[in-house]
C-alpha cells in the first residue's frame, strides 16, 4: 500500500506505474496520471460528464453522446439518431452513405462504357 501525492489516497501498488526509483513506482495513482495527461491534452471538460475528453462540436464526449442516442454525420455535419440515421458503427448516415454509393456506382458506368 502506498500514497498517492495528487489525491492523498492509500492504493494498492497495482494501482501506480512502475519506475526506477527507489520506492519501484511513481508518486501518483494510475487514474491521477491519467487525469492530468487528458486536462492537459484537451484542456476543456465534457458538459454532461465532466471528464476531459476530445469534444464534439456540441461540447459532448463521444460517450455521453451515445448515451443521448446522437451521432454527427462526417459529411453533412448533421446531428441525427443514431438507431434510426446509421448503420451501426459508421460515421456518415444512411443518405450520405447510399449517396456515396449511387456515386460509385455511376462512376463504374461510365469508366466501363465511357458514356
Known sequence: MSKCTTCSKECLTSDFHESPNKKGHTAQCKACRSEVYFKNKYGLPCVSCHLFKRLETNSLCRDCNNEVGLRCCIRCREWLPVLVEFYENRNECKAC??????LQTLAKIDQKYGV
Do not use: A, I, L, P
Open 97 to 102: 452513405y447510399k449517396g456515396k454509393q449511387v
